[in-house]
């Protein structure tokens, strides 16, 4: 099989972008792209279009928002395209069983971890939480369940001590879209070989909520490190001094321990806020007092105060 095939790609936010660009720059047809429909955000609770849309309609590509992807109208909208394949990359809902099947060759995934590992709705923040080496993406044929379809292509990549969720996403979307691109040419030559999960190694990466970033200082520094980096930029760590949040960023683990109760600021420089935890130090580069912008430690101690001796809690 070596034609060019017509593509149905649902996706919605920007790490579906770079795997529909591989596509629109590919040789097959985007036939229509699929995503949530237009949402308020920010502090303004302005209207704001998906990435992929934005994306799809600089390329001339029709764009379908549905309210509901179960109606039987959406389902001939479909099948009037008349798909070969349908690509699936954060869209955003789970798909009927009548929609993964109706294109000729299935509906396949990006999925944002090394399979089983990781299903869910935050495969990179979680991966980054619990300290991982190393994630990947996954190609998958996707069924009803959540991410539990067979594996057709995975790819590996390390992760850095310096990765954010945010940096890790865009790694893995890069990463994404190429692997895809190989998935396909591999399918067209009938080269793919789907494996079964092993759902006995499976882990889940369950959505975050903000009150997840509430630093709890008794806990090593190693834990600290990882889950603020895994929760920025989103839903991002936070502690309080006094009635007032910070925010933290850019951690880094000081080894050795302090003799003062966790949480306590035991230096405040140029060079970064020093906090003692449960197990050695933080050492805190970046942080965001309420009501103002995210800044270095510089700018913040120039403008505030923060005492060594206080506690954040």
Not at 260 to 272: K, L
């Amino acid at each position: 099989m070596t034609s060019s095939l017509r593509i149905l790609f649902m996706g919605t936010p920007q790490f579906a972008v770079p795997s529909l660009q591989a596509l629109l720059n590919g040789p097959d047809e985007v036939a229509a792209v699929v995503c949530r429909t237009d949402s308020p955000q920010g502090r303004g609770r302005r209207c704001c279009q998906p990435p992929v849309k934005t994306l799809a309609e600089q390329a001339g590509i029709p764009v379908l928002q549905p309210e509901s992807i179960r109606t039987d109208e959406f389902f001939e909208t479909v099948r009037a395209l008349q798909p070969d394949l349908a690509v699936v990359i954060a869209y955003g809902k789970i798909l009927p069983g009548r929609l993964l099947r109706l294109p000729r060759l299935g509906t396949i995934n990006v999925h944002g971890s090394l399979l089983p590992k990781y299903r869910g709705a935050a495969p990179v923040q979680r991966a980054l939480i619990n300290g991982e080496a190393e994630t990947g993406v996954t190609i998958m044929q996707m069924d009803e369940g959540v991410d539990t379809g067979d594996i057709l292509l995975p790819a590996r990549l390390p992760i850095e001590d310096s990765d954010t969720s945010g940096s890790l996403a865009d790694k893995l979307a890069k990463l994404g879209s190429e692997t895809l691109i190989k998935a396909i040419e591999l399918l067209k030559e009938d080269a793919l070989t789907a494996v079964k999960q092993d759902s006995s190694q499976a882990t889940y990466a369950p959505m975050l909520d903000k009150e997840a970033g509430h630093l709890d200082w008794s806990r090593p520094a190693s834990e600290l490190h990882c889950l603020i980096r895994g929760l920025d930029p989103w839903p991002s760590a936070y502690g309080f001094l006094g009635e007032r949040r910070f925010r933290f960023f850019q951690p880094q683990v000081v080894p050795g321990d302090i003799k003062a109760p966790p949480g306590t600021i035991c230096r405040a420089d140029c060079g970064g806020i020093l906090i003692a935890t449960g197990k050695d130090c933080l050492l805190i580069k970046e942080i965001q007092p309420e009501g103002k912008k995210r800044m270095c430690i510089q700018a913040c101690i120039c403008g505030m105060k923060l005492p060594v001796g206080e506690q954040f809690c």
